[in-house]
């Protein structure tokens, strides 16, 4: 047990400022470390301003006790480095160091993490000028790739020290999407918030809109009906359903394998259509809004949807197994790119890419919200940690999906989807909320000032988390391997970025 | 190989009739393109207030709207308390000249976006660099599905490619990050000319929710040039398949 008694908090709840202990440098590392080794997850970590000085508070989400734990330190110009005992927290650090000028005292490399202009002096590193890993020796190269990828493909920058054909280190530099979403919700919310919320990561519309609702709902006392949390449901897994079946079809592609890269490029864009039949939008734009959502689902919606799920249900019976049973395929999934749960548990790995390692890591059913407190998911889990597991979870989570959301469309709308006027904001409150995006956790932590505005408000993409695993997972592989890791992780950039 | 040959007879034609054939059904509550039913009664400015990305102006209460930053929320048809704005069910939005995205009473329809010079050399094949430049991978999801099966723009020699080198043009995706501008400079470099740039959503042509940040330079037309604009967030792929063929002077029926 840690020595400084902390305060938990449900997914979703909002506790006051001044409720979170602020604690010395030793007593915030040895919590930290302690959670984290019972196996929590470091969900978030950031640095706001306070006085002269500034706050580091850490968000760590403890699956066994079902709630998120929070703690705070109060630092000057540096602090001890969690990341030596913690390897989670490396990117949690480079970031306050990058936007505060904190110095984390034995962190092994602060590079920049997004050249993002520092939140103190306006001034930001040239995109790309850093230090990079290298090796040398006979028969060494690099690769350089990006920031202008091949395909319709967002922009990041990726090394690979090769030997030979063999990757000994991949070294990923991203930054290119970087639009100043976290600096723009300060002083917030306005009428561009919930636009900057579902375009964080615009193939996780309802993600983060659900936990910005979530925190916006916590912070004014607001309660969505049933019917609202019912929709956000369904919406959500759609948007799950669709991009693991977009991905199920390009992985199949990356191995060369044709037919279900075809289908599933169509039978994605019919999961897309389902987000639109309740709002107009493939991407679920326009639906969510804190207090409700803004459409509702009557009998007949919920008819035609439930005869449209059955359909999509039987092309992908046709389009995925195939893959799976082909030799071919099989033998290009199976023990690519790799990791290890215990390397997953360390680096903080979440989502599928955490679920493929084994790891019962699921905000649904461990932090459960909305719909899902009364109708849980059961975690689809795989072992191996290789791109086949990160495939065949995405399939086993497509029919717990489909299966949820013929439960969902049966149940009554009862026209109470609509949405109560927002109240202000309660002031000095801190609010904190996970969902589970289909790439994985996703963590809003939103905190207001005096006026009832927000004094900060962190997002975290599971992609923030995940990247560092794909980095991992492409050593000791085979450079022509990338692709077919990349898209087994199919991570944001944008989200990443912010 | 037999169950290979099952699944591709299970799986059926798809790609869709249209152009030739009927439009591909929209969703029923599809927002397509604005609509201003007529002059502003009582200057209330409800709408301007309301809207998030300031798309909407009103002159001598004529009301004005902006495709190029309209993020089709709908927020303003909520505002007016007249009841003034709507969004058809119509997805041809695109143009090819900045201020013809404006929609005001009385605008025509749609909007002539035919570019000869483009008909003329890239008519029968065009091959496209997708540049993502701070786009949220919605824009670039929904001109990605263009390539599949079901719409495939194959079929009018358009097609994206993985090199500019290879290319004949640029669809520009996202509001132009700071830290994207010297890369998207770099590739419009790389395109051999003639060459054709298209802005693809409401970032690219503005900035989207992302105007006036000094992490973004508001949109594609502040680093090259623009030939075409295809408004949306995103915009719908029907609307970007219009755009395309309509540039390059296909039939497309009404």
């Known amino acids: 047990m840690s020595f400084v008694s902390i305060p938990f908090i449900y997914n979703g709840d909002s506790i006051p400022m001044d409720a979170v202990p602020v604690v010395g440098d030793a007593a915030f590392h040895q919590t930290i470390a302690e959670l984290v080794e019972s196996g929590g997850h470091l969900s978030a970590m950031l640095a706001a301003p306070k006085d002269d000085n500034f706050l580091i508070l850490a968000v760590i989400s403890a699956p066994k006790q079902e709630q998120i734990g929070l703690i705070a330190t109060e630092v000057a110009k540096e602090y001890t480095s969690l990341t030596p005992e913690c390897p989670a927290a490396q990117g949690f650090e480079r970031e306050i160091f990058e936007q505060w000028g904190l110095k984390p005292q034995g962190h092994p490399w602060l590079k920049p993490v997004r050249f993002q202009p520092s939140r103190r002096t306006g001034k930001a590193l040239p995109i790309g000028d850093a230090d990079f890993f290298s090796m040398a020796g006979e028969d060494m190269h690099e690769v350089a790739v990006g920031p202008v990828h091949a395909g319709v493909i967002e922009p990041g920058h990726f090394r690979f020290q090769c030997h030979g054909e063999t990757v000994y280190h991949l070294e990923i530099s991203l930054g290119y999407q970087h639009r100043g979403v976290e600096r723009s919700l300060v002083g917030g919310p306005d009428k561009r918030t919930i636009h900057y919320m579902e375009t964080l990561a615009g193939d996780s519309t309802i993600g983060h809109m659900t936990a910005y609702c979530s925190a916006v709902e916590s912070l004014c006392g607001l309660h969505p009906s049933p019917t609202a949390q019912n929709i956000r449901a369904i919406a959500a897994e759609l948007e799950r359903l669709a991009n693991h079946i977009g991905d199920l079809g390009a992985l199949a592609g990356d191995v060369g394998f044709l037919p279900t890269l075809n289908y599933c490029g169509r039978i994605r864009g019919d999961a897309l259509n389902l987000t639109a039949m309740i709002c107009g939008n493939r991407f679920g734009r326009g639906l969510l809004i804190p207090g409700g959502v803004l459409f509702q689902m009557d009998a007949k919606l919920r008819r035609q949807m439930r005869d449209r799920i059955n359909i999509l249900e039987a092309d992908l019976d046709s389009a995925i197994p195939l893959m799976f049973d082909t030799p071919s395929v099989q033998a290009r999934f199976e023990g690519t790119g790799a990791l290890s749960a215990d390397i997953a548990c360390r680096i903080g790995l979440t989502g599928v890419a955490a679920r493929a390692c084994g790891l019962d890591h699921d905000v649904r059913s461990h932090f459960p919200y909305g719909a899902y407190r009364f109708d849980n998911i059961p975690i689809s889990i795989y072992e191996t940690g290789d791109c086949l597991a990160r495939a065949y979870v995405r399939w086993l989570e497509v029919k717990q999906s489909i299966e949820f959301i013929r439960r969902q469309l049966d149940l009554p709308d009862s026209g109470a989807g609509s949405h109560p006027k927002i109240n202000s904001l309660a002031p000095n409150r801190l609010a904190v909320t996970l969902s589970e995006g289909w790439r994985g956790q996703i963590c809003h932590v939103a905190a207001t000032d005096a006026q009832g505005k927000f004094a900060f408000y962190k997002v975290v993409d599971p992609s923030f988390h995940n990247w560092f695993g794909l980095a991992y997972a492409l050593r000791g592989q085979q450079i022509s391997d990338f692709p077919l890791c990349n898209k087994s992780f199919n991570l944001s950039y944008c989200g990443y970025d912010l | ?254």
């Open chain 2, 1 to 254: 190989m037999l169950r290979v040959l099952k699944a591709r007879y299970e799986q059926k034609h798809r790609t869709m009739k249209y152009p030739s054939g009927p439009l591909p059904a929209l969703p029923d509550r599809f927002a397509g393109r604005p609509e201003i039913k007529g002059p502003c009664p009582e200057d209330c400015r409800a709408c301007i207030g309301a809207c998030p990305v300031n798309a909407i102006s009103i002159n001598n209460k004529c009301i004005a709207m902006d495709m190029g930053r309209c993020l089709f929320c709908r927020v303003c048809v909520t505002a007016c308390p007249h009841g003034m704005i709507m969004f058809a069910r119509n997805h041809q939005l695109s143009a090819t000249r900045r201020q013809e995205l404006i929609v005001s009473t009385g605008s025509p329809v749609k909007t002539e976006i035919l570019s000869e010079t483009a008909r003329d050399i890239f008519g029968r094949s065009l091959k496209l660099r997708q540049v993502s430049a701070g786009g949220c991978n919605a824009c670039e999801a929904d001109s990605n599905v263009l390539g599949t099966p079901a719409w495939d723009m194959g079929r009018f020699g358009i097609q994206f490619v993985a090199s500019p080198r290879h290319a004949d043009g640029l669809l520009i995706t996202g509001p132009v990050t700071a830290n994207m501008r010297l890369a998207l400079e770099k590739t419009y470099a790389a395109v051999p000319e003639p060459r054709v740039v298209i802005a693809c959503g409401a970032c690219a042509i503005s900035g989207g929710p992302y105007i006036d940040h000094a992490e973004t330079i508001n949109g594609a037309s502040s680093v090259v040039p623009v030939d075409l604009f295809i408004p949306g967030c995103p915009p719908h792929p029907l609307t970007i398949l219009d755009g395309l063929l309509r540039f390059l002077g296909h039939e497309i029926p009404d």
